[in-house]
């Protein structure tokens, strides 16, 4: 479901001047970006049955031998690749980091419900470290985009700045866009994207599956609670340090 690896050949992609990529490691605010963005350029009504029709994942669309022709400009499309793997295309890329630590909690939790039911956490937290996960290393996929941070194209920002400072990040992705701002929109986006608000309405972002599978997975599996620092409930002070070490290695932030 996550994998693209074994998916029919790309279709052909025409890139555009002004598509739009919303950028990041699985599990770092994808979702709320994506709302974010849909309030700014709509008059913010989830009519659409699910995300994925008015702004796909790029990364599986083309996979599945999707045509994205028929989208409206600006195309805005959600994907998880690295720097190098999608930086050519021409457009405007909004990448959002969040705290790995965090990043490795809620990706062991999604990986438990969508991927790998029996896979235990100290084995989740050695495949991260090690990069052996969907999407490979966590440090370098953040640290390639980071170095681009101020490539006039790039707007980097924090997981934790868009939970903590949301009307300032509105801002800044409203002029990153040049798109205007309508009167009610802060209102509006504030309370669309309040957690309880996006767990409502979950459905609408997570992965698309069938009804019978969906009705298996567990309400409030895909969006969860979005806390900042929640790796201090779980991780043992041995696994605090290995990843302390693993985030000062050289090798974690080449190229």
Known sequence: ??????????AQFVPRADDIYIVTYPRSGTSLVQM???????DGSLSFGHISEVMPFIDHSLKKGESLEHLPSPRVFKTHLRYGYISRRPGKYIYVARDGRDVLISYFHMYQTWVNPGILFPDFFADFLS???QYGLWFRHVAEWESHREDPNVLFLRYEDLVGALPSC???IARFLAWPIAPDAHRRIAERC???YMRKYEDKFAPELSPSVRRSIQSGSFICRGVVGAWREKFTREQELAFDHALRQPAHRST
């Open 131 to 133: 990069g052996k996960v």
């Open 1 to 10: 479901m996550l994998n693209a690896v074994n998916s029919p050949a790309p």
């Open 36 to 42: 974010i963005l849909h309030q700014l350029r709509t």
């Open 194 to 196: 309040g957690i309880e």
């Open 170 to 172: 509105v801002e800044r």
